[in-house]
């Protein structure tokens, strides 16, 4: 996936803009639409897209892509951020300058391959934004790092340099995922140090005295350390504080179970095993577990196949996390809207009139009746050979758009509501009013179509 977050410049910062507006408005048929709902600040909309500089030669015309490449990669590790910020921000002007495909309101680094977001933490007035970023784009192997944005006010964002390196025995194949806090008034970031293919991994602490430009690291959990010694599943680390100790939730594998190991600091340096938190046949092995208080109960999340979720109770004296039952949720959820009634004759397929733009966000809500299949289509050409259609399939319960679904479970006779964000080149769906699910789908044309930014009913 090709892409970068598209910027109105501003000295040496780049910004992200909302997605433009376009008002429904009834057909000649009648057909009362909902309106399009346009509040989500795209700084708010913390949606990671990747961009593969290299191969935009195509999409960028006259721009030289391999001579910007070249230039921002010779300063890419200068702790100087008014050399790195300058040549990150002239990278990103000269590559999406003419590509019309690069979204505007996601997040993404300067260029290559980005992953989880390590952050964000607000630090002196100032929001920071640590991410896995892969500038070599060589899978992780000596080259994956954390890229670093920083801004004032989560519209208007400035490049700083990527920290940390993975130049040290512990992490030489890669920095990978963590969390940052902020300690004793410095920026702090525990992550998993990678080595060898991921058959070793480090528990790595980095701190900055300098406000997040440089840092320096430490190994503080050695590879031994690992509760089941035989996997090397053990990474991506959530850290909070708790009184006087700092405690640590790192996904992890009994073996057989995905499992989230549970760890206490005094100092953020010296650790100590618990116990499992907790443990699930749900998937063979847990990433990115976080624990969440919400409403006097916690919420569990931890990355594995469809990211689920479980919510229940945090007992901190044994310690263990309890769920309600045992069986999780699939991690998506959304805001309810209110809207128009829509009624639409079986077969019919009405053009909705004054819908388009290359960025805009798409509210509908369909009461389905018997209907098996329905929905709109996107990007759809003037005479509509071309276009993504944006379905709903009763009978399987699924969603999806073009050849691709997943299942969606909706109670019988419910209205369905489908909440698109359309964003140039990509596409991000939720549908339901309370539990929405979300897909995120790269809608890029052929080279020989012209896709017209226009909005039709699917029949």
Excluded at 58 to 78: F, H, N, P, T
């Amino acid at each position: 996936m090709r892409s970068a977050w598209l910027a109105s410049w501003s000295g040496c910062c780049w910004s992200c803009q909302r997605p433009r507006a376009s008002r429904w408005k009834k057909s000649k048929k009648n057909l009362a639409l909902s309106n399009s709902h346009y509040t989500v600040p795209a700084a708010c909309f913390l949606v990671m897209a990747m961009v593969a500089a290299d191969s935009c030669a195509e999409e960028v015309g006259k721009i030289d892509v391999q001579k910007l490449v070249s230039d921002y990669r010779a300063v890419i590790k200068s702790h100087d951020i008014g050399i790195y910020s300058k040549a990150a921000l002239e990278f990103r002007k000269g590559i999406i300058a003419n590509d019309s495909h690069r979204p505007i309101f996601h997040f993404t680094g300067p260029e290559s391959w980005i992953n989880d977001p390590n952050g964000p933490i607000f630090y002196k007035g100032k929001c920071h934004l640590f991410y896995q970023f892969d500038p070599i784009v060589n899978g992780g192997r000596s080259g994956r790092t954390w890229g670093h944005a920083v801004s004032d006010d989560l519209v208007h964002w400035k490049d700083w340099p990527g920290v940390p390196w993975p130049d040290t025995q512990y992490d030489r194949s890669g920095v990978f995922s963590g969390n940052t806090v902020v300690d004793d008034g410095k920026i702090k970031a525990l992550y998993s140090g990678n080595v060898n293919g991921w058959s070793e991994t480090y528990g790595m602490l980095a701190w900055s005295d300098d406000g997040g430009i440089t840092f320096q690291k430490q190994m503080v959990m050695p590879n031994s350390d690992r509760p089941n010694a035989t996997s090397p599943v053990h990474w991506d680390g959530q850290v909070w504080k708790d009184g006087n100790q700092c405690l640590q939730l790192i996904g992890g594998t009994t073996g057989s179970q995905g499992a989230d190991f549970l760890w206490k600091s005094p100092d953020l340096v010296h650790w100590t095993f618990i116990n499992p938190l907790f443990v699930s046949a749900t998937a063979a092995f847990f990433e990115l577990p976080y624990l969440i208080p919400l409403d006097g109960r916690h919420v569990l999340m931890s990355g594995a196949g469809l990211n689920p979720y479980w919510i229940g109770s945090y007992d901190d004296k044994l310690p263990v996390f309890l769920p309600d039952k045992n069986e999780p949720e699939s991690f998506d959820a959304g805001t309810y809207y209110s809207f128009n009634n829509v009624t639409v004759g079986e077969g019919v397929a009405v053009p909705l009139k004054g819908v388009s733009g290359s960025a805009l966000e798409i509210v509908s809500k369909f009461s389905p009746g018997k209907a098996k299949r329905f929905g709109i289509k996107v990007r759809a050409s003037a005479d509509e050979s071309v276009s993504l259609p944006v379905w709903f399939d009763s009978a399987g319960s699924e969603f999806g758009s073009g050849d691709r679904s997943r299942k969606c479970y909706l109670k019988p006779g419910e209205d369905v509501t489908m909440k698109i964000f359309v964003d140039q080149s990509i596409m991000d769906v939720y549908v339901g009013g309370r539990v929405m699910t979300r897909c995120t789908l790269t809608i890029r044309p052929p080279s020989s179509s012209c896709l017209l930014p226009r909005v039709a009913q699917l029949s």
